[in-house]
């Protein structure tokens, strides 16, 4: 069975600065899917952003980027010039190839950002 | 643009009490699912369905039955409710396996369950 590991429960960051989040799963498959998922406080769940584990290119979304480490089966995520709006919950999470789309999550990381 | 509703955000239950989670997608998505969400656990995965009367049990099954007599409409049920399953819950629908964009999730917006 997969896990994924979110090591850091809450994290602060100040407006306009970067914060890292940490996300580390287990799995010996080769071919599947990295997400982080955004939770704000009103509870609808989002995509942030996704990687194929093929791809060796960090996925980017604007302002949200990702460090894919596939030999240490780490996946952060970078949140740059951090906005009041990203204070939410964050999700890390996990799904086969081959499984469809049932994903893993993690534990999750609360992040809230201060002005 | 609502597109994946709950139909309950608050629901208090007594223990052994029947209790409906209803779930209405609107996106014509094949695949449908239910979490169950607590701190520090994250998400955690209930029952998934990926076609109308077909259904697959996830990590936690037990105490927990769905049905899924239309496509756009996934019920998870608790038969004898107990304080164990006061949690949140979150239901979340995607397109057919194999397509493109397949393992992005839309979610609802959650069902606070208190069973007291």
């Known amino acids: 069975a997969q896990t994924v590991t979110q090591s850091q429960p809450e994290m602060s960051v100040q407006e306009a600065e970067t914060v890292t989040l940490s996300c580390t799963y287990d799995t010996s498959e080769s071919n599947y899917y990295l997400f982080w998922y955004k939770q704000p406080p009103s509870r609808q769940m989002i995509l942030v952003i996704r990687q194929e584990a093929y791809k060796q290119q960090n996925a980017t979304e604007n302002r949200f980027s990702v460090n894919f480490q596939k030999a240490a089966k780490s996946f952060s995520l970078k949140i740059s010039d951090s906005q009041l709006g990203d204070t939410a919950m964050y999700f890390c999470a996990f799904a086969r190839k081959a499984a469809g789309n049932k994903l893993t999550f993690g534990g999750g990381t609360r992040v809230l950002v201060k002005p | 643009d609502v597109k994946v509703t709950q139909s309950s955000r608050y629901l208090v239950k007594r223990t052994g009490e029947k209790v409906f989670l209803e779930c209405v997608q609107d996106?014509?998505?094949?695949?449908m699912f239910w979490y169950r969400q607590d701190p520090g656990l994250g998400l955690r995965l209930i029952y998934f369905s990926y076609d109308v009367k077909m259904k697959e049990k996830g990590d936690i099954p037990e105490g927990y039955s769905v049905s899924r007599e239309k496509k756009e409409r996934f019920s998870l049920i608790l038969e004898s409710a107990s304080t164990n399953q006061t949690s949140m819950y979150l239901c979340a629908s995607s397109l057919r396996t194999g397509f493109t964009g397949a393992n992005v999730l839309t979610f609802g917006a959650g069902s606070r369950l208190t069973v007291l």
């Open positions: 996106m014509d998505h094949e695949n």
